[in-house]
């Protein structure tokens, strides 16, 4: 697939570019799927929420790719099909699907210009979530090449610093997300 260009609101254009795991086709029809070997991650991704805060992009970006190319082909423009099938025991063989239409082309287009706005404006909050005994890390932490660089009070910090005007572009993407409390 050829990158997708999202256009910034001043101009600028921000090029991201991916590998789709698998595209099924069928009489204009498009179906996305992306194999995760990983546990459920439970990501809800739509366009009423903002691709779950921004944490689920990936999808709604494939189906921009399909989308776009479609589009640029002069074929009228699909309504796509998007999934995350967990294809093994530990992800309990679930499957997690979008429909990307128009309203997830303009989510996906809010939300990275809001990380833009974000990153620019030095927006990077330390964001750790419920703390998992079982687990020794905290619930955002686990993945994270820097875990062991964090402050234990991570938690702390994040309360200290949750209402900051320095937040208001991390706040914007996160509105109505449940789960972003530590």
């Known amino acids: 697939m050829a990158p997708v ?3 910034l609101p001043d101009g600028r254009g921000v090029v991201l570019r991916g590998f789709i795991d698998r595209v099924d086709r069928a009489e204009g029809a498009f179906r996305v799927i992306d194999y995760k070997s990983g546990r459920d991650s439970k990501l809800d991704a739509c366009a009423a929420n903002l691709l779950d805060g921004g944490r689920a992009v990936q999808l709604a970006l494939y189906a921009r790719a399909i989308r776009d190319q479609e589009r640029t082909e002069g074929r009228p423009v699909p309504v796509v099909s998007a999934l995350y099938w967990f294809c093994t025991t530990r992800g309990n063989f679930r499957q997690r699907q979008m429909v990307a239409g128009d309203d997830t082309d303009a989510a ?7 990380i833009d706005a974000g990153v620019r404006a030095g ?9 998992q005994d ?3 890390s905290w619930e955002n932490c686990s993945f994270c090449d820097y875990d062991g660089l964090c402050p234990a009070g991570r938690d702390s910090l994040y309360e200290a610093k949750s209402g900051d005007r320095e937040l208001a572009p991390y706040r914007a993407l996160q509105a109505d997300q449940p789960g972003d409390e530590p």
């Open 5 to 7: 260009t999202i256009s």
């Open 123 to 131: 927006c990077f909050p330390q964001v750790p979530g419920v703390y």
């Open 108 to 114: 996906l287009d809010a939300v990275v210009a809001g």
């Open 134 to 136: 079982f687990f020794g």
